[in-house]
């Protein structure tokens, strides 16, 4: 260090590491392959041609468990084992979604997103859609909710509640979820980080407003319905946890994804849902903004979109089907937890106003998860 | 260091593996100092760089201007959870504190073998995942489980909050943050002179004052060192006040991953970051002062 031509040499070293990693840093981000259009002829839900993705890479984000699990093995291994593509799966977040878009680097094909991220992201972090590209005749009506998606499930948030507790006189509308009086035992709520509208509405509905008809003073009105359960109410953070809460009874009630009211039923758990009154809800399936490939990412939803295709995703996850001539081979249990079959009485968003008031609800949201 | 000496030598020995003219013509001394430069570059790249871009995020995302740290600092929400995080780190370094130095006394006095089953003891835990841990914990102090369901049917009370409260969640954060209390105190406690107790008793003073005011102060650096580190690590906590708190123990953590990674908004999740580094290193240089300065104990020395 005593030597001042040392330093100036180190320094210059240093530089030129950091210059050199720069490069490579950004060289990585630019180059695509360019894509060559196939002809893969109109296209037919649940079809693709034999070999024509020989060589391609897609990969599939969505949220793990079983749901990935089966739509994975119901859609797309077979669409990678008769198109000759490689089909690759990782763990969806938001977050990381915007980081790939905005460095130009995107390495996912297909993702599971809600229909508030797909209307909310439309154009800037999510592809539209090339309807020619993909048949959507066969989805059920109302579920192509924005131009960046077509529906990935259909689901519901339902009130999961347990039949040893109310055996003869169960719950039986929105309202009921907050009567402790008729109804004593503690309630589990979502306090997920992911903002959901849909809760909102619950608590909204409960009161009998019209979700069509909500004001942004009515978001804190919800919550505050929430609060008022005072230690009755617990939170979930993750599907699993509400899962958790409700076969171990530390819940009697909850308000979950239905999926995870019928993964507690099915672990045994005497759970049963409350179809009297639900929020409909209807998972995007949306492709990343500067995906790699496009054609080859449309021909997997269409693929995935197939009647077949969705029936075997249904007896894999229990989520409904988004093809109205899937005919799913399902037993009693998970014929109870089937959305599809009680659509007449659930509660459908009101997208557009939660999209045009997403700040004021994010910012009731964080304080309803942090308990001020 | 000794490596490239030796290759060195080696090279000047066989005469083979480099040309020994250029080797004799530079200076001998810095050369070692060439190996430095991966790791100044890794530590640069991975941890200056990423730091210097959340500030940067943090001061223009979404326009330039300090409208995030606006809002950090008028939202009450985020002012609520930081004065939790702290605090739930401190408790638990408290309580970290008062179980690991007995402990470490323990492993002082003991024969060596007692000793390596005393260590093995502190470090199990570390090797078993956080989550595996944490969903022991769960189940086992749920209202439904074991412990309130003994107090239940022996005692008639319960069930009591022992998860969804500050309780749980201390508990949880203290058995993972242990091992990082009971080492560097074990060390300082290893360190001091055995007779020095039995000197002071010589010289008239009591066990309790001979604790105090000799014990005590040569462990100073143990304590310090481990309860700056379990500090910190408390402040990072995610997982354990998501599963054994509600939404009223939730730490600055799940805040930062909500605006990041639920709401997209860099700016204000770089914010918080840079608020809670900026706040943890205001609150370490204020503990360094004091614990220099004086003791830790300042009441109690005298």
């Known amino acids: 260090m005593r030597n001042p031509k040392f330093k100036r040499q180190l320094g210059a070293l240093a530089l030129g590491g950091v210059v050199t990693l720069l490069i490579a840093g950004c060289a990585g981000g630019g180059a695509a392959a360019p894509v060559v259009e196939r002809d893969l002829g109109t296209p037919v ?301 659930g509660h459908a968003p009101n997208i557009d106003f939660w999209v045009e008031n997403y700040d004021a609800l994010s910012a009731a949201w964080a304080g309803w998860v942090t308990g001020s | 260091m000794v490596h490239a000496t030796s290759t060195h030598n080696r090279g000047k020995r ?64 985020n002012m609520v959870v930081a004065l939790r995080t702290f605090g739930t780190s401190f408790l638990v370094t408290i309580v970290c504190l008062l179980i690991a130095y007995p402990y470490a006394y323990l492993m002082t006095i003991v024969s060596d073998r007692t000793r390596n089953m005393l260590q093995l003891f502190i470090m199990l835990p570390l090797w078993t995942s956080i989550l595996v841990r944490t969903l022991a914990w769960l189940v086992l102090l749920q209202d439904t489980g074991p412990i309130n369901g003994l107090l239940q049917s022996l005692f008639g009370i319960g069930p009591l909050p022992l998860i969804r409260s500050t309780f749980g969640v201390a508990l949880g954060m203290s058995q993972v943050l242990l091992p990082f209390m009971v080492l560097p105190i074990y060390s300082a406690l290893a360190k001091i002179d055995k007779r020095l107790l039995p000197a002071a008793a010589n010289l008239g003073a009591r066990p309790v004052t001979a604790f105090f005011t000799v014990y005590l102060p040569l462990s100073r650096p143990g304590i310090f060192a481990g309860s700056v580190t379990v500090f910190i690590l408390g402040l990072g906590f995610y997982i354990i006040p998501a599963l054994l708190g509600s939404s009223k123990e939730i730490m600055m953590s799940a805040l930062m991953y909500q605006q990041i990674s639920g709401f997209l908004m860099w700016g204000q999740g770089t914010a918080l970051g840079i608020f809670m580094l900026t706040a943890t290193i205001v609150v370490l240089v204020l503990v360094g002062r004091l614990a220099k300065g004086t003791s830790l104990f300042a009441g109690r020395v005298k």
């Open chain 1, 45 to 345: 839900a649940g079809v693709v041609p034999e070999g024509v993705f020989d060589g391609v890479t897609l990969t599939y984000a969505a949220s793990g468990g079983i749901f990935q699990d089966g739509q994975r093995d119901a859609a797309w291994d077979p669409f990678a084992k008769i198109s000759g593509a490689t089909f690759l799966q990782d763990a969806f977040d938001a977050g990381k979604l915007k980081a790939m878009v905005d460095s130009g680097n995107v390495t996912w094909d297909v993702t599971n997103a809600t229909q508030f991220d797909t209307a909310r992201g439309c154009g800037t972090l999510y592809e539209e859609y090339d309807y020619s590209q993909v048949d959507i005749s066969k989805v059920p009506e109302g579920t192509i909710t924005d131009k960046c998606m077509v529906p990935n499930i259909l689901y519901g948030l339902v009130v999961a509640y347990n039949t040893d507790a109310f055996g003869d006189n169960p719950p039986t509308s929105a309202a009921d979820f907050f009567d402790t009086e008729k109804f004593p035992g503690k309630r589990t709520v979502s306090q997920s980080p992911y903002v959901d509208p849909q809760t909102v509405e619950f608590a909204l509905a409960a009161d009998g407003k019209d979700i069509n008809d909500v004001k942004v003073s009515d978001i804190e009105t919800a919550f505050d319905k929430y609060r008022a359960l005072g230690d009755d109410v617990i939170g979930w953070t993750s599907g699993a946890q509400a899962q958790q809460q409700l076969e171990s009874g530390e819940a009697v009630m909850g308000l979950v994804w239905s999926g995870r009211g019928y993964g507690a039923a099915a672990a045994g758990a005497p759970i049963a849902p409350m179809w009297d009154e639900w929020m409909i809800m209807v998972d995007s399936t949306a492709i990343p903004k500067g995906v790699k490939d496009p054609q080859a990412a449309f021909a997997a939803v269409n693929f995935y979109l197939g009647a077949d295709q969705q029936s075997r995703m249904t007896e894999l996850t229990s989520y409904g089907p988004v093809n109205v001539d899937a005919t799913p081979k399902v037993d009693a249990l998970l014929n109870t937890w089937l959305t599809t079959e009680h659509l007449k009485s």
């Open chain 2, 14 to 77: 066989s005469g083979d593996g480099g040309d020994p003219a250029r080797l004799a013509r530079e200076p001998k001394n810095w050369r070692p100092f060439l190996l430095l430069i991966p790791a100044f570059v890794i530590v640069s790249f991975f941890f200056l760089a990423p730091l210097v871009d959340v500030f940067i995020r943090s001061i223009s995302d979404p326009v330039l201007g300090i409208q995030n740290y606006v809002w950090l600092f008028t939202t009450p929400t």
